[in-house]
């Protein structure tokens, strides 16, 4: 299975700072399509994931542009440009690369 | 967008078995598979499988392989995950999430004698 490590784990920030996750994968996550099937989601407390970022870099629906992806391979980032109260929650990196998909270990943003 | 509406929650007895739904809409159902996730108490997530919403056919995690029964019915563009022998550990929010981005809001499944 394909192990997905996230860092931090734990991430107080300022409102209106910025803040980045990184989120490394044990192989590659490019498809035979061609694609990168890596996601991230955001968990608020007591609320289900919602996607925010997939394709690495593809905001989904109703995502604000804050929200960024990069990367490549096996090497990935989720940046808030500035962050607002309501980023507050859980932020995991996913693979839908191969099966089974797996999940990173989660980053809590907490403002600090 | 697109809607996805879970079943409840179930408490279940452990050695029972629990069926959870899906129901979708918004979206063309068969051009998009659906992955069932669970996610126990204050832990991370743990994928179950996977099943094509165009004909049928369905991954399973190992761990669970011998367990679990995913089924879609077309018509009503609903999923459904089975999972059998249930135990204490299977105490968790089970999450299915169509391909087309839009998670459902989770189903708590409590096993407990």
């Known amino acids: 299975d394909i192990v997905m490590t996230q860092t931090p784990l734990f991430s107080p920030v300022i409102v209106g700072q910025p803040a980045s996750i990184s989120c490394r994968s044990s192989?590659?996550?490019?498809?035979?399509?061609?694609?990168?099937?890596l996601n991230w989601l955001q968990q608020r407390p007591g609320q289900p994931p919602r996607l925010l970022i997939y394709q690495i870099s593809k905001r989904f629906s109703g995502v604000p542009d804050r929200f960024s992806g990069s990367g490549a391979g096996t090497e990935f980032t989720l940046r808030i440009s500035r962050v607002e109260p309501e980023d507050v929650a859980i932020y995991y990196c996913m693979q839908a690369a191969e099966f089974p998909d797996t999940f990173g270990q989660g980053t809590k943003l907490e403002i600090k | 967008q697109a809607q996805v509406v879970q079943s409840g929650t179930e408490v279940k007895k452990p050695g029972a078995s629990v069926k959870v739904s899906c129901k979708t809409s918004g979206y063309t159902f068969s051009s998009y598979g659906i992955s069932w996730v669970r996610q126990a108490p204050g832990r991370g997530f743990e994928w179950i499988g996977w099943?094509?919403?165009?004909?049928?056919?369905?991954n399973y995690a190992q761990k669970f392989h011998d367990r679990v029964t995913m089924t879609r019915d077309t018509s009503t563009t609903t999923a459904y995950m089975e999972l059998t022998s249930l135990t204490s550990d299977d105490t968790a929010v089970y999450y299915c999430?169509?391909?087309?981005?839009?998670w459902g809001q989770g189903t708590l499944v409590i096993v407990s004698s």
């Open positions: 099943i094509s919403a165009l004909n049928g056919n369905t």
């Open positions: 999430a169509p391909e087309v981005g839009w």
């Open positions: 192989q590659s996550l490019v498809d035979s399509d061609g694609n990168t099937y």
